[in-house]
């Protein structure tokens, strides 16, 4: 496994292990529809979950760094992806949306913009890095995750927290996935004769 693809490993498991934390200290944004955003904005909670949302940021950016290192269009491409990722996801993080509607409006906003770019990033991840049928059923969760969690956003079901959660467990596995395929084409490029 490249050091690339440890490190986005490692980045799921800094997120879901800090959340994993935050529903210990307390389940209530699980219930009422509430979602992970809820953690940043409860007392107890905020400490771990904005360590979640660093720790993955910080090791999303290293993972980023080191495809840069190894070179290629596609590893360039990707590594763009996660620092966009990384962005959003502190966006998110910054803007409570219990301060005031302001940051409620830009709390929402970050959200969608996380997710349609997750949603984007990861149709790119099908198509151009990991094609077949094993990633585009991880894919297919992805969406169905985000369709749930959107609807739910919208008060149509209460499925908020059990959408974004299978909407991000799918692309982090599309993440690790794409590194592993990246890294496995360098290995048959550098093995090929000149």
């Known amino acids: 496994m490249s050091a690339a693809a440890r490190n986005l490993v490692y980045a799921q498991i800094a997120f879901f ?11 209530a944004g699980l ?3 509430h979602g992970f955003s809820f953690y940043g904005s409860h007392p ?4 771990p979950y904005a ?7 910080w090791l999303l950016a290293r993972a980023a760094t ?18 966009v990722v990384v962005l959003l996801l502190l966006f998110d993080l910054l803007t409570p949306d219990t301060v005031n509607s302001a940051f409620y409006d830009a709390h929402i906003a970050a ?6 770019f997750e949603a984007a990033f990861g149709l790119w991840i099908v198509a151009r890095v990991v094609p077949g049928g094993a990633a585009a059923l991880g894919y297919g969760l992805q969406i169905l995750g985000g369709v749930v969690a959107g609807l739910s956003e919208l008060q149509w079901i209460g499925l908020l927290s059990e959408g974004i959660l299978v909407f991000q467990l799918a692309f982090g596995v599309l993440l690790v996935a794409a590194t592993g395929e990246l890294g496995e084409r360098r290995e048959l490029s550098s093995a090929l004769p000149n």
């Open 17 to 27: 292990g800090f959340l994993l934390l935050c529903v210990a200290i307390t389940d």
């Open 31 to 33: 219930a009422h529809n």
């Open 44 to 47: 107890s909670t905020l400490v």
């Open 51 to 57: 360590l979640g949302f660093v720790t993955c940021s």
């Open 66 to 83: 080191q495809l840069d290192r190894e070179g290629g269009e596609s590893k360039t491409r990707f590594a763009l992806g996660l620092r």
């Open 111 to 116: 959200s969608v913009l996380l997710f349609l």
